[in-house]
């Protein structure tokens, strides 16, 4: 079962924003050659959740993907490139999902192997990704206030973060839901991302898209200053014992 791991780290002060930023190009080599890993990206971020033109420099995130559960609980843990990470962070957080569909390419490959289930889980996460064209990234970057907006205020969503590969060009966007029809309400259904979706299809906005939905398996650390899946967690003991 391939585990997909989201690792997102909060950096404050000059020097260690400094340090944050250089290992982007300085850590990359020594992501890619971790033991088990089979697919690893870095990622800087916009100065919103969701996403946004203008960068964050004090968050940054890493996304990779795992043969399973217990190697990338294990690497995460052991691999010093992530223990400088935690280093120099003053909060970080990671979640361990597993794919359970996902369409599209990234880079030109599919990097997620899914393994369906019954039915949707609950909580859900979501990743979204597109390449832009770039003669339509005015009329994308147009979209993205409303959108942001429309996100902050919506019930249902327990975690959101926008990221990018490459600034205003590369969008990742990964969000957890505690409710599969809320997260389907606010993508599909009537509003500033709905629309923006159908338009950006209808215009041919992206060179390459990706779409993607996780079994969440566990969490650690804290983001904000708590899990933002604690609420599940507590909810999940109760319904065990």
Not at 1 to 6: F, I
Request: net charge neutral.
């Amino acid at each position: 079962m391939q585990v997909t791991s989201l690792s997102v780290f909060r950096f404050s002060g000059i020097g260690n924003q400094i340090w944050a930023f250089s290992q982007m190009q300085f850590a990359a080599k020594a992501l890619r050659n971790m033991p088990g890993v089979e697919w690893v990206k870095q990622f800087g971020t916009g100065s919103k959740q969701t996403f946004h033109p203008y960068p964050n420099f004090g968050v940054y995130a890493i996304m990779a993907n795992w043969p399973d559960l217990e190697t990338a609980k294990r690497e995460i843990a052991q691999q010093q490139v992530f223990k400088n990470y935690r280093a120099h962070a003053c909060e970080n957080w990671t979640v361990y999902n597993t794919p359970i569909s996902a369409s599209g390419e990234w880079d030109g490959i599919q990097p997620f192997e899914p393994t369906p289930g019954e039915g949707l889980p609950q909580p859900i996460g979501i990743l979204t990704r597109a390449t832009l064209r770039t003669r339509h990234l005015a009329q994308f970057w147009k979209h993205v206030p409303n959108i942001a907006n429309a996100i902050d205020g919506h019930d249902g969503v327990l975690f959101r973060q926008g990221m990018g590969e490459v600034p205003w060009v590369h969008q990742v966007t990964f969000s957890i839901w505690d409710d599969v029809q809320k997260m389907s309400a606010f993508a599909y259904k009537d509003g500033h991302h709905a629309k923006a979706l159908k338009h950006a299809h209808e215009a041919g906005w992206f060179k390459e898209e990706l779409f993607a939905r996780f079994r969440i398996l566990e969490t650690e650390g804290t983001w904000n200053g708590t899990d933002p899946l604690s609420s599940v967690t507590a909810m999940r003991r109760e319904l065990a014992t």
